[in-house]
């Protein structure tokens, strides 16, 4: 066993937090032998529910658990925390998208983004999930000065799974076949699910027409089926990109990551990209040439960042 790694996790009364907190307790992060002291940062009206959720972990008796920390205080929260899930934001309802819930989010990333920068352990990785994701981690970071940017990424796992999802529905063959995917741009309806270098043999009109739409969308059809925002895959994804940024990738991974002025995205803006995990750090696949089709397409979704962070200057 080696010593406990602390990891917070905000939201934790919420729905996907019921979910990532036993993914976590069971060591699907950083691995079956290191025990966890998990810290639940919660808003002071949702402390109790958060507590019956500590509660519920206790009961489950995980044997990684160290140690339960229910707060409503930043700085008790962040404290020295290796690990950030920020999850802890309103999500979108029937009809809206996800760029309508920036001012309802938006200052929940300044406030936090400031206590990570404050108090956290200096090699701390951030991974915001609440929406919109890609501009609430761009807050954050612009609020930790003291940390590198490269500390703060946004979750776009999900997208990428689901790419991978619907080109093993339509192959019938396993998620595990495909290489070489990546979803560019925003965790938004203009994302771009990018299958042009992966060993995928699909008709290119079902490609472009149905299965691009479908992955980009998906949220909003999950909350039209389900009758509320995914969860448990969204919680799913989180593990899967921070185990990722930490254990290491062979094959590519979808990660939204502070561009560094990589294939005409404005350098900051925390953007998905192909990328590989490498020595604990996400690397931007680099040298890829582009067709006008795929730079059209990430053209559009960095326009849509580019306008989120208009909308949120007065929060950098
Ligand atoms: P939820 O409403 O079930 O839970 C959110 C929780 O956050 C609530 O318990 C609330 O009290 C808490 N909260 C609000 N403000 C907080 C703050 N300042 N500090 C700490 N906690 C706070 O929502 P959910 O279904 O868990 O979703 C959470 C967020 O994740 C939403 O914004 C949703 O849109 C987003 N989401 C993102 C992805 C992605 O792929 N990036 C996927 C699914 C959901
Ligand atoms: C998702 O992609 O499922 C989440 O971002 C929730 C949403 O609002 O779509």
Redesign the pocket.
Known sequence: MTQPVKITV??A?????YSLLWRIAAGDVYGKDTPVDLAL???PA?VEKAQGVAMELNDSALPLVNSITVTDDLKEAFENTSAAFL??????SKGME?AD?LEA?GA?FTKQGKAINDYAARDVRVLV???P?NTNALIAANNAPDLDNSQFN??MR?DHNRTLSQLALKTGKSTTDFTKVAVWGN?SASQFPDITYSNAEVDQDWYREEMIPKVAKR?AEIIEVRG????AS?AS?AVDHMHDWIHGTEDWRTAAVPSDGSYGVDEGLICGFPTVSRNGQWEIVQGLELTDFQKERIEASVAELREERKAVADLL
Request: hydrophobic residues 50%.
């Open positions: 905000t939201g009364a919420g729905n996907i937090a940062l919660e808003i949702a999850v802890g934001a309103r999500p979108r996800r819930l989010n929940i999930v609440g929406n994701a946004a979750l999900l965790h949220g509320s925002s995914s969860a969204a994804a």
